[in-house]
């Protein structure tokens, strides 16, 4: 059981060019989210989704857009990069989006994204 | 409004040292979640514990012991006989029902060095 995979682990793009980071999660969660960490800032929420084919902003959307075509992927796509969105980005999961299981998120690798 | 507050930024202790890690949150709401994350060097994000706002029960886990207290709206993380391969930045987070979204509030991380 791999959990969850990112892709690509790192990569270095010129400012306005369009990325797609990839995520795939294999343990059928319900929900999923994005983070970017800076240092200094901690994680920040990029977006989340609670279930397939629902979507919501998180507390640092602007510049990144999410889709959640079904329940094992969860791509984040930055229309068009800037040196700001230089950070790590991590995907993650959680099983529940009600009751009080199923909290914890499980987390991916990572992508370490620069942006020139 | 919702937060966490994580004091120490960094920690330094010699390797068998026991070892707190202080964790101090805000809320409102009468239901909530507290975890526990392990950043390692490697830069993956580690699940430790998860702990309901209606249970107080403290918990052990090897050399692993978190202390919830509500009184003191705290849930502190002590690490026993301290070992180098528990350098790592660790994160406290406050999870909580928004209407039907689920919110994980991050502290900033405390960063911990055992030394040989």
């Known amino acids: 059981i791999a959990g969850i995979t990112q892709a690509p682990t790192s990569q270095i793009l010129a400012a306005g060019r369009r990325m797609t980071l990839r995520c795939t999660q294999d343990m059928r969660h319900n929900a999923m989210y994005w983070y970017r960490q800076d240092l200094g800032l901690g994680l920040r929420l990029i977006h989340y989704?609670?279930?397939?084919?629902?979507?919501g902003k998180g507390e640092v959307p602007d510049g990144y857009s999410v889709s959640r075509a079904n329940t094992d992927d969860f791509p984040l796509t930055l229309a068009s990069a800037v040196p700001s969105q230089t950070s790590v980005y991590f995907c993650?999961?959680?099983?529940?989006?009600?009751?009080?299981?199923?909290?914890?998120?499980?987390f991916g690798p990572g992508t370490r994204l620069t942006v020139l | 409004a919702q937060k966490v507050t994580q004091a120490q930024t960094e920690i330094s202790v010699v390797e068998k040292e026991d070892v707190t890690l202080d964790c101090v949150y805000e809320?409102?709401?009468?239901?909530?979640?507290l975890f526990w994350y392990k950043q390692p060097p490697s830069g993956e994000l580690v699940f430790l514990i998860r702990r309901n706002s209606f249970d107080e029960q403290n918990e052990i886990s090897g050399r692993y012991s978190w202390n919830f207290q509500k009184s003191t709206s705290s849930f502190n993380f002590t690490i026993t006989a301290s070992q180098v391969v528990d350098s790592a930045v660790y994160f406290c987070a406050l999870g909580f029902n928004a209407g039907n979204n689920r919110k994980l509030i991050w502290g900033l991380g405390t960063s911990l060095a055992v030394n040989p």
């Open positions: 993650a999961s959680s099983r529940g989006t009600s009751g009080t299981e199923g909290n914890e998120q499980f």
């Open positions: 809320t409102r709401d009468t239901t909530y979640y």
């Open positions: 989704s609670n279930t397939a084919g629902t979507t």
